[in-house]
């Protein structure tokens, strides 16, 4: 399989890129780690004429710590999120999920950015960055906004980004200290993406919990926060009941999928099932 | 009349030897027919139909031709013929390069008029489902009826009955090497490089189809990735590849896409029985009545064994394979027993719980017929039991505790694999002291290679490393059969065997009078000869070749059927854990005691083992071909939606390797055999539930347990 032909562009700058954006409008594709868009190119289920190649741009790498925050620029790659030690010492959940993601080659090429654009159902990132309550910062013709993650995802393969924008940064606020995370996935058996992937954060004060924020991805044809389950439990104690009786809404109210791998009814159970074990794990 | 001789007498049969072309493969020296390169070759593809059902009315060629560097472009179906499944190949292209290659399918244009077609099975069986061969009406092809006892006798006799309907999937081979071929010309002589089972039967076909004398053909396999049964032959496309070679006047390499791997060339077939069986209250299986069918495709599906391994004196058989719009079937791993075992393996334990009998003791009651098989598996039930922990079974199933229940369960297997006549082969010592081994087979990766150093270097005192074994190439005219129904060890060894005395009884004889003995008296090892009688008499293996001058001592052998044995019993358990809320099934461990006859290395052996256990827990937890019938088409023709186990999957197996004589037999396919139904009964075991579908994935187990809860 090899993909139709394209002209292509890397500029090394954030204009630039925009500058051509705009020139190609919908002829043209950002390309990142490429671990999403080269594959769908390969099958020819998209053959775009223009290739704007953003890895070069050095500004759109890495992470760091401005006041009480983690920016990620959204080339930042899954491994350097899994490996990164501020990462690890300030929003563990962002490490663990990046671990999950396919193998390291995967790891190693693919983006965040990329990864939240491409906006897959079955991603690891979007429960968690969901969960996280992040913000995304995209840069476009008129210049730069911010997007909250809860309205990124709109539908399968669908974001809130204009085809103009490219998204630059995403931004975290670092839990406190009575905040703890963990994203829990089961595996599809073939591919290794996530038949169902559930984020947590859990505050707690002392039994009881003070706030709890779910991301759930793999269930729906979008990631979605259950909220059901969120404001079930917000202020109760962190008893089993309490806590499995709040999981039971994880796909309250979702229009779960259906593919060769899973029905409906598996989905939304597996959602009820990882809600239950990650809140339990992060209440023991 | 050749013997192996005595177990203690061995020093080299029997022990764990790695395999001598393990370090090339691992360091990727080895080299496969996908790695072999001809000075300017091309690169071949196939244009597999992307319709279901079709009339071909037109193919048209020269668009493709007329891309820059492809070489050549054949139709592979003539206008008029119809195309009867996804994949089947309608034209071929050579090209300078792979990715021309590829822009040319896209180049290739063809009219077709579109018919109904039908993929499922059920549905390929009802009235109003179209027809796909003139001569099977309802797709069905006449049933094989057996028949043996008095059936109904038989049920009035039994004191319990279990009616049941179990089914599986169709498998695809997935072998890692694709079918490929390169093919190259020299004048009227062709040479292909082929990942073939059959080194001879490809060099065969491809004769016969140019037209051409035998020994104008050369094949060659040096290393393959894989056959399971579905490579005997050239096919469709390593006949393309010559006849694209031929066309375009240059070597050409073709290997099949992954995809088309998954469409055209072969699977297992599907299984559906629905059984009826009976027992005495005293646990003898007395009645037997089963009604199946099974799908492969276009063809095949009608052959899976039932009742399997157990002993019914009351039987009633009737098989019938359906045609539906798919690849066909071909011979794969063990056709026909793996599924037949696994719907036997299954009523075993729900009979033997309406007996309220251990399920065990059932099947030591109603064990094989033929005697010698009937011992060793008694033997196996013993030692399989003792290495899983029987006694920790769930006496009641499902009783477990807990997320995460866990159960152990049991299934068996039978396997003929004695070897047959039509090998040659040539032991060569030379005077400088090398030795060649010469034969037609080929090494699939189960290790005939080293079988074959093994087997010399023992006769001739030398080490295996010190045999330079010449496999996998027509060339020498030493024909060999293709490797299938694990017979290339029962084939192969008993004539590499007696071809080494031969040559060892000649080299005694340059050197006997010398010493002024007879050639009777003096034997080889430790690479010397010395003198029976008096052990500080030696001369060493170079010197005395040395002995030889200007001649070579070259012999053939003969088949010594005493050599070999078929007809192998093998048991298995399996212990698995169950993760009620989620339905996943993890094995957690797997015992494989297995009948081998006399095992020349153990290392491989064991590593056939392991292999169809692998094989068999895949088919037992994950694989499917799933086909959709809106579109004829196969769903999951990949990698990332058809799951085959990987390292991930894969428990602690203990393979146990029984030495029960001194004769060799062939393992490749029985150990795939008694695994999925000892996964099947091991989960029935964990949750109190039953699943009578393989693949036992996630969503039917918690189905079941569902069903089970409202119940
Ligand atoms: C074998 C394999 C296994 C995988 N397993 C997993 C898995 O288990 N879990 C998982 O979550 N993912 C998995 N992936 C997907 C992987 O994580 C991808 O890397 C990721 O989804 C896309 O990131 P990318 O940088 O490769 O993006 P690309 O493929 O380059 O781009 C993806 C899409 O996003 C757009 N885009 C990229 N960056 C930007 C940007 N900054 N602004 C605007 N648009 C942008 C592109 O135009 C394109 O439409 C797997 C991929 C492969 C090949």
Excluded at chain 2, 60 to 73: D, I, Q, T
Excluded at chain 2, 327 to 351: K, W
Aim: overall charge negative; aromatic content about 6%; charged content about 25%.
């Amino acid at each position: 399989m090899i993909p139709g032909s394209f002209e292509y562009f890397a500029p090394t700058s954030l204009n630039e890129a925009l500058d051509l954006l705009k020139t190609h409008g919908d002829d043209a594709k950002v390309l990142a780690g490429g671990h999403s868009l080269i594959p769908t190119m390969k099958l020819r289920l998209a053959e775009p004429a223009v290739i704007i190649d953003i890895t070069r741009i050095g500004d759109l790498r890495g992470v760091s710590e401005p006041d009480g925050k983690l920016v990620i620029g959204a080339l930042t790659t899954h491994y350097e999120l899994e490996s990164s030690a501020l990462v690890q010492q300030k929003v563990p959940i962002l490490s663990q999920t990046a671990a999950a993601i396919g193998d390291v080659q995967v790891r190693n090429k693919g983006t965040i950015g990329g990864s939240l654009v491409h906006a897959d159902p079955a991603a690891d990132w979007p429960a968690t960055i969901l969960a996280l309550d992040a913000d995304l910062k995209v840069a476009g013709p008129d210049g730069e906004r911010v997007i909250k993650a809860t309205d990124f995802f709109q539908e399968l393969y669908t974001t809130a980004l204009e085809p103009e924008e490219i998204l630059t940064e995403i931004h975290v606020s670092i839990p406190a200290a009575n905040t703890k995370g963990v994203y829990l996935k089961q595996y599809q058996a073939a591919s290794g993406f996530a038949l169902t992937g559930v984020a947590v954060l859990l505050t707690r004060s002392g039994d009881t919990c003070q706030k709890v924020a779910v991301g759930v991805n793999g269930v729906a044809d979008v990631a979605y926060r259950a909220t059901g389950v969120e404001s079930e439990l917000a202020g109760k104690t962190l008893s089993a009941e309490n806590i499995a009786a709040a999981a039971e809404k994880a796909a309250d109210g979702v229009d779960a999928m259906e593919d060769i791998h899973a029905s409906p009814a598996y989905r939304a159970n597996l959602a009820k099932v990882y809600a239950q074990r990650a809140i339990a794990q992060l209440a023991s | 009349m050749a013997s192996w001789g005595e177990a203690r007498d061995s020093r080299l049969i029997g022990q764990r030897i790695p395999r001598l072309s393990g370090a090339d493969k691992v360091t990727g020296k080895a080299k496969y027919t996908f790695d072999v390169n001809q000075p300017g070759m091309l690169y071949g593809r196939i244009l597999g139909s992307p319709v279901t059902h079709a009339e071909i009315t037109a193919i048209n060629l020269s668009e493709a031709e007329a891309l820059p560097g492809v070489k050549a472009a054949i139709p592979l179906i003539e206008p008029g013929k119809r195309v009867r499944y996804q994949g089947q190949e309608i034209a071929a292209v050579a090209a300078e390069t792979d990715d021309i290659a590829k822009d040319a399918i896209r180049l290739i244009r063809f009219d077709y008029e579109e018919l109904p077609y039908v993929v499922d099975v059920e549905e390929a069986m009802t009235e109003d489902a179209p027809q796909l061969h003139e001569d099977r009406p309802g797709n069905q092809s006449k049933p094989g009826i057996d028949e043996r006892g008095d059936i109904e006798a038989g049920f009035a006799e039994a004191a319990k009955v279990v009616e049941a309907t179990y089914h599986a999937p169709v498998q695809t081979h997935v072998s890692l090497e694709t079918h490929g071929h390169v093919a190259a010309w020299d004048g009227d002589n062709l040479t292909v490089w082929a990942s073939t089972q059959a080194v001879f039967g490809t060099r065969r076909d491809l004769a016969q189809h140019f037209n051409l004398p035998e020994d104008k053909v050369r094949v060659i396999t040096e290393h393959m990735g894989g056959g399971f049964g579905s490579k005997f032959g050239p096919g469709v496309e390593g006949r393309a590849a010559a006849e694209l070679a031929r066309k375009a006047e240059a070597p050409v390499k073709l290997m099949v896409t992954r995809k088309d791997e998954h469409l055209v060339s072969g699977n297992r077939p599907s299984m559906t029985q629905h059984v009826r069986a009976g027992a005495t209250k005293d646990g003898r299986l007395i009645a037997y009545d089963l009604r199946g069918y099974g799908t492969g495709g276009i063809s095949g599906g009608a052959g899976f064994t039932g009742p399997y391994v157990y002993h019914v004196p009351n039987v009633r058989t009737e098989k019938f394979a359906v045609s539906i719009n798919a690849g066909n079937a071909r011979a794969m791993r063990a056709p026909g027993h793996p599924q037949g075992a696994f719907g036997m393996d299954s009523l075993m334990d729900e009979l033997a719980e309406q007996l309220g009998m251990d399920a065990l003791e059932f099947r030591r009651i109603n064990s094989d017929s033929q005697p010698r098989r009937n011992e060793i598996r008694q033997t196996e039930y013993t030692l399989g039991a003792r290495e899983i922990g029987w006694h920790r079974r769930n006496k009641v199933p499902g009783a477990g505790r807990g997320v995460k229940k866990r159960g152990i369960g049991m299934g068996c297997g039978q396997w003929g694999g004695g070897g047959g006549k039509g090998t040659q082969a040539r032991v060569t010592i030379h005077a400088d002291g090398t030795v060649e081994a010469v034969t037609g087979t080929q090494d699939l990766g189960t290790g005939i290679r080293t079988v074959i150093a093994i087997i010399v270097a023992e006769e001739l005192g030398l080490r295996p490393q010190d045999i330079t074994v010449k496999i996998g190439d027509s060339a020498p005219g030493l024909a060999s059969g293709g490797s299938g129904g694990s017979q290339t060890i029962g084939s192969v060894t008993p004539v590499i065997k007696t071809a080494a005395i031969a040559a060892k009884q000649k080299l005694f004889e340059h050197i006997a009078p010398q010493w002024g003995v007879e050639p009777e008296a003096l034997r080889a090892a430790s690479g010397k000869l010395y003198l029976a009688s008096d052990r500080t008499k030696t001369i060493s293996w170079k010197e005395a070749t040395g002995h030889l001058g200007m001649e070579t001592i070259s012999e053939g052998g003969y088949w010594d059927e005493e050599l070999r044995i078929g007809d192998v019993a093998g048991v298995q358990f399996a212990e698995v854990e169950v993760d009620t809320e989620t339905g996943v099934v993890k094995p957690i461990k797997i015992v494989a005691v297995q009948d081998c006859g006399m095992v020349v290395n153990r290392l491989t052996t064991e590593s056939q083992i392991n292999g169809g256990v692998i094989m068999g827990l895949s088919y037992a937890l994950l694989e499917d071909r799933v086909m959709d019938a809106q579109t004829g088409k196969m769903i999951n023709p990949n990698m990332s939606d058809y799951k085959v186990a990987g390292t991930m999957e894969i428990p602690e197996i203990k393979a146990i390797a029984l030495d029960t004589g001194r004769k060799v037999t062939g393992i490749g396919e029985p150990p795939t055999i008694p695994t999925a139904g000892a996964i099947a009964n091991a989960v029935y075991n964990a949750i109190g539930v039953r699943i009578r579908e393989l693949p036992i994935t996630p969503d039917k187990v918690l189905s079941a347990l569902a069903e089970k809860g409202k119940a």
